[in-house]
């Protein structure tokens, strides 16, 4: 599959970086390799090669929005995105590619479903739950990432990244 649009979900603001539920920002800035995004409206991009690297502006909750207005400004359809995001019913460091499914729980991706009227794009699910953790999704999501927890993290993004055709850069998930 050859994607247009790389769609990293996150929270904006200093408060939320580094935090499991930012983790689609972090992948987005690894892919990004450095290179300067720019703001348009309510998403901010940076072009790599033919692949545009997207992160909302919005807060993960209403996703869609950006991405919406992205996929219209750029004259993408939904077949052609990858959105990445962190998923609380994966093991920590591990990664699921799944295309054309529902949100399974994740109010960003039901957003992005919402406001795009299908769920024909595919996901780079990255697994944030720690082994044996029962907790809900909300109590730790918002939670900062860990030190010990970077490096299975960078992984599960740049393996993640590769199943999907796309080689990121050396970067640090922080």
């Given at each position: 599959?050859?994607?247009?649009?790389?769609?990293?979900?996150?929270?904006?603001?200093?408060?939320?970086?580094?935090?499991?539920?930012?983790?689609?920002?972090s992948?987005?800035?690894?892919?990004?390799?450095?290179?300067?995004?720019?703001?348009?409206?309510?998403?901010?991009?940076?072009?790599?090669?033919?692949?545009?690297?997207?992160?909302?502006?919005?807060?993960?909750?209403?996703s869609?929005?950006?991405?919406?207005?992205?996929?219209?400004?750029?004259?993408v359809?939904?077949e052609?995105?990858?959105?990445?995001?962190?998923?609380?019913?994966?093991?920590?460091?591990?990664?699921?590619?799944?295309?054309?499914?529902?949100?399974?729980?994740h109010?960003?991706?039901?957003?992005?479903?919402?406001?795009?009227?299908?769920?024909?794009?595919?996901?780079?699910?990255?697994?944030?739950?720690?082994?044996?953790?029962?907790?809900?999704?909300?109590?730790?999501?918002?939670?900062?990432?860990?030190?010990?927890?970077?490096?299975?993290?960078?992984?599960?993004?740049?393996?993640?990244?590769?199943?999907?055709?796309?080689?990121?850069?050396?970067?640090?998930?922080?």
């Amino acid at each position: 599959m050859r994607w247009k649009i790389v769609i990293g979900l996150g929270n904006p603001g200093k408060e939320y970086a580094a935090t499991y539920h930012s983790l689609g920002y972090s992948a987005a800035d690894m892919l990004a390799g450095g290179e300067k995004f720019r703001r348009h409206g309510n998403f901010e991009y940076c072009r790599l090669g033919e692949i545009l690297v997207v992160k909302p502006l919005t807060f993960m909750n209403e996703s869609g929005l950006a991405a919406s207005a992205a996929l219209s400004f750029f004259k993408v359809k939904p077949e052609e995105i990858l959105v990445i995001h962190d998923d609380s019913d994966i093991i920590l460091g591990n990664y699921k590619l799944v295309c054309g499914r529902g949100a399974a729980g994740h109010n960003g991706v039901k957003s992005v479903i919402s406001e795009l009227g299908t769920d024909r794009f595919c996901r780079l699910r990255l697994g944030i739950r720690k082994e044996g953790l029962r907790a809900k999704a909300g109590g730790f999501v918002l939670g900062k990432i860990k030190k010990e927890e970077e490096a299975p993290l960078e992984s599960a993004i740049k393996n993640g990244l590769a199943e999907a055709g796309i080689t990121a850069p050396t970067s640090s998930v922080d």
